[in-house]
């Protein structure tokens, strides 16, 4: 039989194709089947249809579509057994999409929902319905019908009582909700007619053969009620009314819609309930009797929070997430400190719930909240309460957690990196700074707990990120405490040396848990990715740690790293970073112990840079030329000096490199901030300023007059950078074998040249020597001529100058106040005034010059 | 009442290619650090002979204008006072300015005459190559100049 009827709607689907005959005449002929007081007969005639129409639908005329969706539609109210049949035939026709007649859609779909119905032997019906449904989600005139098709649908469903019809409603609401269906002004009723079932509350019959649980449409009904915000201003009143009913479901059922919705709202949607919300989830975690209704209640803060912090804000709008803390922190903080522990656990809880819900609410609660624990914590003796309450506090920014384990038992307080220096000095100060006039006993335990204090810290500073703030705290802790180094602090900065070692060279993120970094990084690798700049920038940060180390701290993995650091620092195009290796690699050296290995290690050092300067195609001399900068000993005594400082002076009138060389020189006489400073327990010289100048300043002296006129300007710069970072004492005696040079450098086009050389003489000038007094005529002359600069800097310089030059004696400036005071009227009209003003000051002197009642 | 340093926005200070106009702030700084009344130690500012208030500038009209108050109503001094004023602004702003010193109006019986005085260009010409009369007025420009 089967196999037969499958022919037969072959068949007819071909002759049907072939225009023997009409759909129409076809339903005609099945008649006597169509209305057969059979269901099963009646079901076999519409089947066949259905088939037929399958295969055939592209052909139908308009008038053929209308017939045959009012006799579907009439069908729908027929036997279950036919059900299926007619579902399918409707299929076919609804696929016709724009050839569908105005409002059948709709029709369509009352029908549907008035007349379905789920039956246990047809287990694929309520499939087949929603996928029905799902064909009418397509077509844009359904949603263009928007509110009438709601407008449909509620009216269809309202007064539902068979729970198998409302899991089908629940379901095509969901649809509506979920796929932007334009709502119009029906969306309170979509909503009432929904969540008039809420809380559900269901009792299958036994023996139900449906099969229908309460969870089933218990969730059907939630995804309804959540799907979208403009259900917020009426689902929020209507939880918070039913979480005020008895019954412990309801509650339930109320804290995890809201829950649900809260992830898919914004703080707009909430602003307003805060208040009303927050009161009755209090309650519900202050007052509970039950363990599933506090921790439903709990998860719905915790969402509730991440919800707000999401929230992007105008400059104008109110931050709703701090409106929110702050009624939790108004209503839980106070009872974490009370004597009467009743409170204190709920209280806790809550403060968790929010604070591990996101990075924002996380920093205020806990800044709220760790300061009065921490207080707790140093002045109760009896601390076991206080300990079971920090253990509480846990706070999960996101992805990133990280432990910290101090004291006799376990207390696990939170370490969020959203953290800077505050949370430092609040926890270690009182610890670490205790120990000096205690009996032996409160001593040694107060020398356990700093001990561990700072293993603990060393466990949470393994991250370079956080080594760059607690490094500080910590060494204002060493300065501070013990002058000798006790074994705790040696132990700190071994793990520190380690594993930052261990992280740069092998790339060993073992202890940065719950990171999502890169498979195997390589951080001291070039890499020619677009990546590469990031990761191998993060060499300042090694120099950071392991330069700064005390001496006796031996870094591991010294030559490998050594190795590493140099083939960075003069393979790398990315200038941060080429530096921050040379810098690194340069204070690693100069804390090395003297020895043959340091010695033939500089000397490798330099060859591999003379390699590279001397051959004028390397595409890497500025790298080779800022190691070598880094690199150049501070021990003066060092064989290998004299070379690298004529390499150096070479480099003046090198074509590429000469104006850097030049300035180069600025940093040979200066303090960096990073490395070789005393701070880092560098070895540095003392009175190296001195020797270096008292050393070189022929040689340059020598350059200077060797050299071709355009490169003159290098080794004026060179000079003015030593010169100026002398000690005046030092400037003022070796003013006069300069003297030549800086006044040639007055003349130098070089803006950088002249402010330094301006800088450097003014101070002398204000007591002069008396080979300058023999210059006075050239003073005026150059420092005038540079008062009409065009850089600001230069003109400032040069009238300071002139004001100092008014200071010389007497009987040597008479003959130029005339000179001067006309010179000086331009500047006064300067159009900066930190020029005028200069400016005035130096000529209201020069009036005084040689005027009655003057100097 | 001193005033502090004036509160800049430093990165304009800084930047050569914004003009600051001359304000009546920077006429009183050029007053009010370097002059001194020759019968107090303390600068004229201090004792309120001259206050910004009383300053007007017109950067745009090349005008400045300057209001000063003698420490008592028949204060001998007024007429070096506001003499060496002038002399003090005259060695400090661009020729272009036209300037006027006179004393606040009610605050000097013999008002009338010194502001005659001061504004009688020939005559404070004529007074200024008096050398003893120079002198004086260079020892009252003189001292803070050193310290500043």
């Not at chain 1, 500073?461 to 006790?486: D, F, K």
């Not at chain 1, 090694?542 to 003069?570: A, K």
């Not at chain 2, 650090?33 to 208030?53: A, F, G, K, Y």
Request: aromatic share 6%; net charge negative; charged share 20%.
């Amino acid at each position: 039989m089967h196999k037969y009827s499958k022919m037969s709607f072959i068949f007819f689907a071909l002759e049907l194709k072939a225009g023997q005959f009409t759909i129409l005449q076809l339903v005609e002929a099945l008649g006597l089947h169509l209305t057969s007081s059979q269901p099963q007969t009646r079901g076999r005639g519409v089947q066949l249809l259905s088939n037929v129409l399958q295969e055939c639908y592209g052909d139908l005329t308009e008038r053929e579509v209308e017939v045959l969706i009012v006799f579907y539609e009439n069908r729908l109210k027929d036997h279950y057994v036919i059900t299926p049949h007619v579902i399918q035939g409707l299929k076919a026709l609804v696929s016709l999409k724009l050839m569908l007649p105005p409002g059948s859609a709709v029709s369509i779909l009352k029908s549907l929902f008035q007349d379905i119905h789920v039956q246990v032997n047809t287990p694929n019906l309520p499939r087949q319905v929603v996928t029905l449904i799902d064909y009418f989600s397509h077509p844009t005139e359904l949603k263009g019908l928007g509110a009438d098709f709601v407008f449909g649908f509620v009216q269809s469903v309202d007064g539902e009582r068979d729970p198998r019809n409302l899991l089908l409603a629940f379901h095509i609401a969901r649809k509506i909700v979920h796929e932007g269906y334009d709502l119009g002004k029906f969306t309170e009723e979509l909503f009432e007619v929904t969540s008039c079932y809420f809380p559900i509350d269901f009792s299958p019959p036994a023996n139900d053969p449906h099969g229908i649980t309460q969870e089933e449409l218990v969730l059907a009904l939630r995804v309804v009620l959540t799907g979208t915000p403009r259900f917020a201003e009426f689902l929020l009143p209507l939880i918070i009314e039913k979480l005020d009913s008895d019954v412990q479901s309801a509650k339930l059922d109320s804290l995890q819609t809201l829950t649900a919705c809260a992830s898919v709202y914004e703080q707009k949607d909430l602003a307003q309930f805060l208040p009303g919300l927050w009161a009755s989830l209090r309650r519900e975690v202050f007052q509970t009797a039950s363990e599933r209704v506090e921790s439903a209640g709990l998860a719905a803060v915790g969402t509730l929070t991440a919800c707000l912090s999401r929230s992007v804000l105008n400059s104008d709008s109110e931050d709703s997430l701090n409106v929110f803390l702050e009624l939790v922190l108004k209503d839980c903080q106070h009872h974490l400190c009370e004597p009467d522990l009743k409170l204190v656990w709920p209280s806790a809880k809550l403060l968790q719930a929010t604070s591990t819900a996101s990075y924002r609410a996380s920093h205020r609660v806990a800044a709220a909240v760790l300061p009065s624990l921490i207080e707790q914590y140093n002045s109760r003796t009896q601390v076991s309460h206080t300990i079971q309450l920090g253990r509480s506090i846990i706070v999960n920014v996101g992805v990133r957690l990280t432990f910290l384990t101090v004291g006799h038992d376990l207390i696990s307080l939170p370490m969020a990196d959203v953290y800077r220096t505050e949370p430092f000095p609040l926890l270690f100060p009182e610890p670490m700074a205790q120990g000096d006039s205690a009996t032996p006993s409160q001593e040694h335990s107060q020398q356990a707990v700093r001990q561990r204090c700072v293993a603990a810290l060393a466990a949470v500073s393994s991250r370079p990120s956080l080594v760059q703030e607690s490094t500080p705290v910590l060494l204002q802790v060493l300065t501070s405490a013990h002058t000798g180094m006790c074994h705790c602090h040696m132990l700190f900065c071994h793990c520190l040396a380690s594993r930052a070692v261990s992280l740069f060279l092998d790339g060993d993120v073992s202890f940065l848990p719950e990171n999502a970094f890169p498979a195997q990084i390589q951080l001291l690798k070039v890499r020619f990715q677009c990546d590469s700049r990031s990761q191998s920038q993060m060499v300042c940060l090694l120099m950071g740690c392991v330069c700064w180390l005390p001496r006796t701290v031996e870094v591991p993995q010294m030559d490998r790293l050594l190795l590493e650091l140099l083939e960075l620092s003069c393979t790398c195009d990315h200038p941060l970073s080429y530096t921050s290796a040379a810098k690194c690699y340069a204070g690693l050296v100069n804390k090395s112990p003297a020895g043959e290995a340091l010695d033939s290690l500089i000397d490798r050092t330099l060859k591999r840079i003379s390699t590279e300067l001397d051959s004028a195609s390397s595409p890497v001399r500025t790298q080779a030329f800022t190691l070598l900068l880094w690199v150049r000993p501070h021990n003066l005594t060092h064989r290998s000096n004299p070379v690298c400082l004529s390499k150096l002076f070479s480099l003046l009138s090198d074509p590429e490199l000469g104006w850097l060389a030049a300035d180069g020189f600025s940093l040979l006489m200066s303090d960096s901030p990073d490395v070789l400073n005393r701070g880092s327990h560098a070895d540095v010289r003392m009175m190296y300023r001195q020797r270096f100048f008292t050393e070189n300043s022929a040689k340059l002296v020598e350059g200077f007059n060797a050299a071709v006129q355009e490169k003159k300007s290098g080794y004026l710069k060179a000079l003015s950078h030593i010169v100026n970072n002398l000690p005046r004492q030092v400037q003022l005696t070796e003013l006069p074998a300069l003297l030549p040079l800086l006044l040639e450098a007055l003349l130098c086009p070089d803006q950088g040249v002249q402010v330094s050389t301006l800088s450097c003489l003014q101070p002398v000038l204000l007591d002069p020597p008396s080979a300058l007094i023999t210059q006075l005529e050239v003073l005026v002359g150059r420092t005038l001529a540079l008062t009409t600069s065009p850089t600001m800097k230069v003109r400032i310089a040069s009238l300071r100058c002139i004001h100092a030059l008014s200071r010389f004696p007497e009987h040597e400036v008479r003959l130029w106040p005339a000179l001067v005071l006309r010179a000086l009227a331009a500047p006064l009209d300067d159009h900066k005034r930190v020029v005028r003003s200069e400016a005035a000051v130096a000529r209201n002197e020069w009036f005084l010059l040689g005027s009655p009642g003057g100097r | 009442m001193s005033v502090g340093t004036r509160l800049e926005n430093t990165t304009e200070d800084e930047d050569e290619d914004v003009a600051d106009p001359i304000d009546d702030r920077e006429i009183f700084d050029i007053l009010s650090v370097s002059i001194n009344d020759p019968e107090h130690p303390l600068s004229l500012e201090e004792l309120n002979v001259v206050e910004q208030v009383r300053v007007r500038v017109d950067d745009q009209e090349n005008t400045v204008g300057v209001e000063f108050t003698p420490t008592i109503p028949h204060c001998s001094m007024a007429t070096l006072i506001g003499l060496s004023i002038k002399v003090k602004l005259l060695r400090s702003l661009p020729e272009r300015f036209k300037i006027d010193v006179h004393i606040t109006p009610g605050t000097h019986t013999s008002e009338d005459a010194v502001n005659k005085q001061l504004a009688d260009k020939e005559r404070v010409a004529a007074a200024l190559e008096n050398s003893q009369l120079l002198e004086v007025v260079n020892q009252c420009l003189i001292s803070n100049a050193r310290t500043s």
